[in-house]
């Protein structure tokens, strides 16, 4: 059994910040990627960040300058700073992380966290 916690999100201003964290918990063999999704009402959900094992990122264009995303392998988890935000970054916010557990390489989700940034 593996679970995902999220927290940080919320309702902030136009121009303000988060910091969205996820702690992975459980049967944990490894953790490969880690990463941050979000899906807007009416869109489908899209990828915001990604950081393998490695030292290595990946963003989407749309927010490439405005986030950060780390990660503390000794506590399992991972965060997303968010910087400058806009109204069209109001969105339901899922972790994901690929992970090792039993023998198997599989992807778990967050249940996902509200962020809603007013105009």
């Known amino acids: 059994q593996v679970q995902l916690v999220e927290s940080g999100g919320g309702l902030v201003q136009a121009g303000g910040s988060l910091n969205l964290s996820c702690a992975a918990s459980g049967s944990i063999t490894s953790i490969n990627v880690m990463g941050w999704y979000r899906q807007a009402p009416g869109k489908q959900r899209e990828l915001v960040a990604t950081i393998p094992s490695g030292s290595s990122t990946n963003y989407a264009r749309s927010v490439k300058g405005r986030c950060t995303i780390s990660r503390d392998n000794a506590k399992n988890t991972v965060y997303l700073q968010m910087n400058s935000l806009k109204p069209e970054d109001t969105a339901v916010y899922y972790c994901?992380?690929?992970?090792?557990?039993?023998?198997?390489?599989?992807?778990?989700w967050g249940h996902g966290t509200q962020v809603t940034v007013s105009s």
């Open positions: 994901n992380v690929r992970l090792w557990s039993s023998g198997w390489l599989r992807d778990y």
